[in-house]
């Protein structure tokens, strides 16, 4: 295992204690906007692993959701949630993670997810495959969508809403069913460790999804937009699937995107 990985996975385990630790406390909540929470274990997160990242790669750029980070010129660049499922965290619903993606240039290299609730570590390098707790993932077998379990996230910033709850009843329609679990980087694991064939968003942050996607890719899956063209660490929609239900999928979207004037 490379060093960048490795280093990733000490400090994602260590700012996953912290919020285990913060879990247990009542926390003030604040707003970014209506329905966008943020919390001081969102803050205390990201410090410690800003901190810890320059430590250990003072050359390297930093781009974190809360704000902090070194917008720094590198060819290698960390896209790091301190908090992924905050809203789930704020509630007391255990469903929460830390995630960091390393981009050299435009690719994803190295990423880490960490679950500090069922203790599950979701680790990826580039070429190297894509592990959960050290066991090498795959994505799951089962060809057929109406067989499917499917995973969507509602993002907090986007006003379709009408547009998610048709997908999401079109979609049930057709598969065993679609969770809105309030993560979308643990959602990308569970496709990459086969429990979901498939998952969409209208639209994630780099820091959502840069190290999730690398476990996916890495896990035999495949990634486009809902449109099916190339997919890109930027602030986009995604179709992220196990590649065999991917083709049945796409004419969904195509005709419920094509309906909507959003
Ligand atoms: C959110 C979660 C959620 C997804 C949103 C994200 P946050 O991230 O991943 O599942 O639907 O689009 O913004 O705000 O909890 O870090
Ligand atoms: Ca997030
Ligand atoms: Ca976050």
Excluded at 42 to 57: G, H, M, V
Aim: glycine content about 8%; overall charge negative.
């Amino acid at each position: 295992m490379g060093t960048y990985l490795e280093t990733a996975i000490d400090i994602a385990r260590e700012s996953g204690a912290l919020l285990a630790d913060m879990y247990k406390t009542p926390l003030e909540i604040s707003y970014k906007r209506p329905s966008d929470l943020v919390t001081e274990a969102d803050r205390r997160s990201e410090a410690l692993i800003i901190e810890r990242l320059y430590k250990a790669f003072p050359g390297h750029a930093v781009i974190s959701e809360e704000g902090g980070g070194q917008r720094i010129q590198s060819d290698y660049c960390w896209h790091v949630d301190p908090l992924d499922g905050t809203t789930n965290f704020a509630h007391k619903f255990p469903v929460f993670c830390v995630t960091l993606g390393l981009l050299y240039r435009d690719e994803v290299i190295a990423g880490v997810v960490y679950d500090p609730t069922r203790e599950e570590v979701f680790t990826a390098e580039k070429g190297a495959g894509a592990y959960l707790n050290g066991k090498r993932m795959s994505v799951s077998k089962n060809a057929t969508l109406s067989e499917s379990l499917l995973g969507t996230g509602f993002p907090p910033f986007d006003h379709r809403h009408d547009l998610n709850i048709q997908l999401f009843l079109e979609f049930t329609r057709r598969s065993h069913g679609v969770r809105r679990a309030g993560s979308a980087a643990l959602d990308l694991c569970s496709v990459a460790a086969g429990r979901f064939e498939a998952f969409w968003e209208l639209r994630l942050n780099s820091w959502d999804m840069a190290a999730g996607c690398l476990m996916i890719t890495e896990a035999g899956g495949r990634i486009t937009s809902l449109l099916g063209e190339p997919h890109r660490i930027a602030p986009v929609e995604i179709l992220a699937s196990n590649a065999l239900v991917h083709e049945e999928m796409l004419p969904v979207f195509r005709e419920v995107l094509g309906k909507s004037s959003a």
